[in-house]
């Protein structure tokens, strides 16, 4: 076109900077544009194949799927007899090889439109990229991990979680012991299933995570029903074991730190809040005993406020140091759920990383 115009090449690109602004989009090839040189390349022992960060560059340098490039530099060789790499099969198919077959020099295939120029693609949307070289996940794959997808992608997981929370929930509202005890109990259960059903389209958690917040809302319902003096199992297990009160409370306490002690590691470690290792378990700790006094002291103004349902939703059953025990056994709950389940909860955080 400089040609064309009798101009020079860069007169010509410094016009068309002029008359187009932050609008004007070019491509050229800058290297490695010889397959047989790049092939070569490829092959030394001098050469490291790594990541590129070059996503950040869309704007001014389009390297961004460089390891698309790649992968189908090694897929053509290996047709056309030229092997550069071996090949084996991966523990978990994420590439269509045919989709490496298109052109992926088409950056707009990939990427959007956004105030009229191209975006880059933010964190989470990789797939957007990929979408060129025809990436999918590939969970019938006889190698995939079965435990690789998250609760979020298994709608029988979905429907069996809500649908358990429901049934004992419309349970736990027919004829409880006492209905302002009912409320005030299964209330933090209602407010949980608000957040849950919040934080899956924004912040989907981990499957450990959603049945143990199950769990703890089963506990809180079942004592809303019968109050936490007078479940039933729990008068048999003190008639069998000789203790003078219902202990069901002590469940819910333990509970209590056991449960928030994992929703709270996986937001802590998912978010990086802190950089050096021994922190998060001591502020997950220190969390969950701080959580279990402030229900101590909601627990103390609704006992100052309502004379009728006071003693049912404290359950103290007389014992006079019952304020400490709940709280000690929301504190072992925290260590515990951290030393028992902190090792399946990093493959499941990793899952969802990956």
Known sequence: MARER???????FLDMVVA????????????????????????SPHALITFSDAGAHIRNMAFYNLPLRFLKLVHESQEQGKQVMSLARADITILDSQGLERDLEQIE??????????????????????????????????????GVQCMAQKPVAILAWVGI????????????????TWVLEVLPAAIGFVLVVWCYFRFPLTSLAYWLILVHAV?????????????????????????????????????????????????????????????????IVCFCLALSALYELIEWWVALLSDEAAEAFLGTQGYVWDTQSDMAWALSGAILAL????????????????
């Open 109 to 146: 295939s990939a990427l959007g439109k956004q105030g009229g120029g191209l975006r880059s693609v933010p964190p989470g949307r990789a797939s957007l990229i990929f979408e060129a070289a025809g990436v999918q996940c590939d969970h019938n794959s006889e190698n995939t991990d079965k």
């Open 6 to 12: 009798g101009i020079h090449v860069v007169d010509f």
């Open 20 to 43: 187009h602004g932050r609008a004007l989009r070019w491509f050229t090839v800058v290297g490695n544009h010889r397959k047989d040189r790049l092939r070569e390349m490829v092959k």
């Open 165 to 180: 929370f429901l049934a004992v929930f419309v349970w736990s509202g027919i004829g409880p012991k006492d209905r302002a």
């Open 339 to 354: 030393l028992v389940l902190g090792r399946v909860h990093d493959r499941q955080l990793a899952r969802v990383a990956s």
């Open 219 to 283: 506990i809180l319902m079942v004592g809303g029903h019968y109050t936490y003096a007078e479940v039933p199992l729990f008068n048999h297990l003190g008639d069998w074991f000789g203790w003078e009160r219902n202990n069901y409370d002590k469940l819910g306490h333990l509970a209590q730190g056991f449960i928030p002690a994992m929703i709270a590691r996986e937001v802590v470690l998912r978010l990086g809040v802190f950089a050096r290792a021994g922190w998060p378990s001591f502020f």
